[in-house]
């Protein structure tokens, strides 16, 4: 059964960081790209940043280009998201999700439960 368990929500004020986690199980990780999405309250579903299944190639939305970086571990499947610079339109809940393919496909067949991003003063 393929999970994705996220990790590192909290709550964070304007200009500070966080380090978001995501544990892979029951599928061959290194094939696959993986990404984050995220989503605030009464608005949907926006992708985040994606990585490919070699971490060879990094990709971010705009609106997080220059403060978060993605990167993840082979070895332990795991796959991380450094946010950096946060500011309060960063609130929101935060999956992890697995692409189709070892690439970017924009399409994707698992999520985790998310962690929730609260950024506040």
């Known amino acids: 059964q393929v999970q994705l368990v996220e990790s590192g929500g909290g709550l964070a004020q304007p200009g500070g960081s966080l380090r978001l986690s995501c544990a892979a199980s029951?599928?061959?990780?290194?094939?696959?790209?993986v990404s984050w999405a995220r989503q605030a309250p009464g608005k949907g579903l926006e992708w985040v940043s994606g990585?490919?299944?070699?971490?060879?190639?990094?990709y971010y939305a705009d609106s997080v280009k220059g403060r978060f970086t993605i990167s993840r571990d082979n070895a332990n499947h795991m796959v991380y998201l450094q946010m950096n610079s946060l500011k309060p339109e960063d609130t929101a809940l935060y999956y992890c999700?697995?692409?189709?393919?070892?690439?970017?496909?924009?399409?994707?067949?698992?999520w985790g439960q998310g962690t929730q991003v609260t950024v506040s003063s």
């Open positions: 999700s697995k692409d189709l393919g070892q690439y970017r496909t924009g399409a994707f067949d698992y």
């Open positions: 029951g599928f061959t990780f290194s094939s696959y790209a």
């Open positions: 990585i490919y299944s070699d971490g060879s190639v990094t």
